[in-house]
């Protein structure tokens, strides 16, 4: 079982940068993924980043392309996603999660961590 903490939402201004934070503990592994995902109220849990523990490849969405970059710090076990060009439609409850061993960047994440809430205002 993989414990996962997130850290570092909050409330920006459109335009502004945020950078999220994602620690593991316990059973952690050389291979897998781990994620970032999304849920604005009323939608769906949405994957915005994935990145592979072992070759650092890496996965976006078209809506957050050329603006968020995941990267890892493998001494630290933390995973980052580092926000830039906030919008409005950026707010929403991120999580980070984790696959089993050799999982894939689309899955299936099998532990989440409790969220952290980004707030983008106008």
């Known amino acids: 079982q993989v414990q996962l903490v997130e850290s570092g939402g909050g409330l920006v201004q459109a335009g502004d940068s945020l950078r999220l934070s994602c620690v593991a503990s316990g059973r952690t592994f050389s291979n897998y993924a781990r994620g970032w995902f999304r849920q604005a109220p009323g939608t769906e849990r949405e994957l915005v980043a994935a990145?592979?523990?072992?070759?650092?490849?890496?996965y976006y969405s078209d809506s957050v392309k050329h603006r968020f970059f995941i990267s890892r710090d493998a001494a630290k076990d933390t995973v980052y996603l580092q926000m830039n060009s906030l919008r409005r439609e950026d707010t929403a409850i991120y999580y980070c999660a984790a696959t089993g061993p050799y999982g894939a960047l689309s899955g299936p994440y099998l532990n989440w961590g409790q969220g952290t809430q980004v707030t983008v205002s106008s």
């Open positions: 990145i592979n523990w072992a070759n650092s490849n890496a």
